[in-house]
């Protein structure tokens, strides 16, 4: 079966070092993965996207992530994270031949001071 | 100037009634979708348009029934709201189909809370 794993629930990150919220994708043929970001009481913003290309990815807010196609993952990825990005971030993966978005349970982001 | 705007941020009804949620964006997009987030904020696709066609219809309830008066509108009528109904929905759209590498822009969300 198609899916998306995000297997923290919680990833708490002090203000000013590196952060990563982990993704991993199941999917037949080649991934168009996603992340988005949920603000308390807003909907999904778009972060970044990987279709093609360059493995490395690079969004907004600073944030970055890597598509490793042997491990499957997708993990997002900041080098240094801000009290401001504590949110919930959702990785997305389009299933094959269809065009539907399917999300991960996602990640909520504590960044202490 | 809000891309994707949806109608009324906030709904508190009663088991039964009848309500819509209605959604329009103005960014020129072909495609429009509905998803459902529940408490635990799962999201979930319900339906979803291109060129005011149906191209998405999860298996949801028949009561949910979308309509697409031109591309940048996508309104969601619910009957018979039952408790279950409870969640947050959003109206979403895009260039064109993800599948020719479009993304997603969400708005802001429709609280609808059935009592």
């Known amino acids: 079966a198609q899916s998306v794993a995000q297997p923290e629930d919680q990833v708490n990150v002090a203000e000013g070092n590196p952060l990563t919220v982990k993704c991993t994708y199941s999917?037949?043929?080649?991934?168009?993965l996603f992340w988005y970001v949920q603000y308390p009481n807003r909907g999904l913003q778009f972060l970044l996207k990987y279709i093609t290309g360059d493995n490395l990815v690079k969004g907004s807010y600073g944030f970055e992530a890597e598509f490793n196609k042997s491990q499957t993952s997708f993990h997002l990825k900041k080098p240094s994270a801000l009290v401001s990005d504590s949110a919930l971030y959702f990785c997305a993966v389009r299933t094959t031949n269809t065009d539907k978005l399917i999300f991960g349970t996602g990640t909520r982001l504590q960044v202490f001071p | 100037d809000t891309a994707v705007s949806q109608t009324p941020k906030y709904l508190v009804t009663q088991m039964g009634n009848d309500k819509s949620i209605k959604c329009e964006q103005n960014l020129g997009h072909d495609t429009m979708y509905w998803y459902k987030q529940d408490s635990k904020k799962f999201l979930k696709i319900m339906f979803s348009?291109?060129?005011?066609?149906?191209?998405i219809n999860e298996t949801v309830p028949n009561r949910f029934s979308p309509k697409s008066p031109d591309k940048a509108h996508l309104n969601l009528h619910i009957n018979s709201l039952e408790l279950g109904d409870s969640a947050v929905y959003f109206c979403a759209s895009s260039q064109g189909l993800i599948s020719s590498g479009n993304t997603i822009y969400f708005g802001e969300g429709s609280w609808l809370t059935v009592v």
């Open positions: 348009y291109n060129n005011k066609e149906l191209i």
């Open positions: 999917v037949s043929g080649n991934p168009y």
